[in-house]
């Protein structure tokens, strides 16, 4: 199975803790972060614009998977040296973090997201570089 994931998730990911928009983004999102974490192998398609993650963004709530947050993406995939249409496993872009990133980057990245101050991604990166193991989830 392949996941397509933007730019920008691929640092979401690693701070997810169940916290989303609505009941049906955490089921998605949780899905997503748990196959990850389970199965590193897990081919990641680096693509533009919306994507799986995105795909239960509730239709009640202000759509923001479009408009400015492609410069964030494409800082993100700038930072670990991606480009959209590559495909890598999940645990070589991981590699990546733990080789491209600090966690102090995330506040720099990342300062128009809602989620950043929760310090959840900061904590994500600093496992990665680590070498620790993201924290299973408790939804």
Known sequence: MTISLRGHHLLCLLGYRGMGYSEDFCVNMTNIYEMLRNE?????????GPDDVCRAYPPDKAYHCEGNVYDLDEAVLAKLGLTVNERSSWQEICDRVAKRLIPSDISKLCTTCPWEKYGVCQEGVGLVVEGRPLPKLSV
């Open 40 to 48: 590193p192998g897990t081919e990641i398609e680096i693509i533009t």
